[in-house]
């Protein structure tokens, strides 16, 4: 049962346009999502993080969107560099349930941005 | 930042040995630590979830003789795959946090490339 989902498997922009990801999740007691960044043989960096209480939380180029009702978040990136080819995790986690705080992850999306 | 070391990165070892990966918290205490295990092309599977002092939790379908896991510190947790197998070839990778009301997000190790002949 895969209780986050990226449906994308893969995704190519242009420099300097937005990258949108996307991430789907079931669990309705999940209140804390992230997403993290990985190079290929390095382990995730995390890039910024949502909690249920917002809809929305900015850092530089990047934004998370959460949609609670639909149960959907997004990454925006903007504008999009070369350097942020990798792939993308998005996670979630039930931090209000006193849970241990692990995580659990989508399957990915592949990031490619085009000079 | 936070920083998470985890070593060896790789290793190449003969079946039915013994292997030790090390995950270390460098800069600050971790209460809980998590080990993940990645296939090819596929998501990060939590395996068990270690805290320090007591035993670890293993998800559903890991098996605990298998893979033991010690976190006798809150700098240092270990994974130790007993008599592997080819089929324990995966990218195993260490995260570290500071506990689930903590709004610090957990912090990845580069992970541990095993490959067992």
């Known amino acids: 049962d895969q209780q986050v989902k990226q449906n994308s498997p893969s995704l190519s922009v242009q420099e300097g346009r937005i990258s949108i990801l996307n991430c789907d999740y079931t669990n309705s007691m999940f209140d804390y999502f992230l997403w993290y960044k990985k190079y290929p043989a390095e382990g995730p960096t995390f890039l910024i993080s949502?909690?249920?209480?917002?809809d929305k939380n900015e850092d530089g180029r990047f934004t998370v969107f959460l949609n609670k009702s639909a149960k959907h978040l997004s990454l925006h990136i903007v504008p999009s560099q070369p350097g942020d080819s990798a792939v993308y995790f998005c996670?979630?986690?039930?931090?209000?349930?006193?849970?241990?705080?692990?995580?659990?992850f989508g399957q990915g999306t592949t990031l490619q941005v085009k000079p | 930042g936070a920083v998470v070391s985890q070593h060896p990165s790789w290793v190449i070892c003969k079946s039915g040995t013994s292997v030790k990966i090390e995950c270390r918290s460098l800069d600050f205490q971790a209460t809980t630590m998590f080990w993940y295990r990645q296939f090819p092309k596929q998501s990060l599977m939590l395996m068990a979830t270690?805290?320090?002092?007591?035993?670890?939790?293993?998800e559903q379908g890991v098996e605990k003789d298998k893979f033991l896991i010690n976190h006798a510190s809150l700098t240092l947790s270990t994974l130790t795959v007993t008599s592997a197998h080819p089929e324990d070839s995966s990218f195993y990778i260490c995260?570290?946090?500071?506990?689930?009301?903590?709004?610090?997000?957990?912090?990845f190790g580069d992970g541990t490339r095993l490959s067992i002949l």
């Open positions: 949502i909690s249920s209480i917002k």
């Open positions: 270690s805290n320090e002092g007591s035993k670890a939790t293993y």
């Open positions: 995260s570290a946090g500071s506990g689930p009301y903590s709004n610090q997000p957990q912090h």
């Open positions: 996670a979630a986690e039930e931090k209000s349930s006193g849970n241990t705080g692990k995580l659990i």
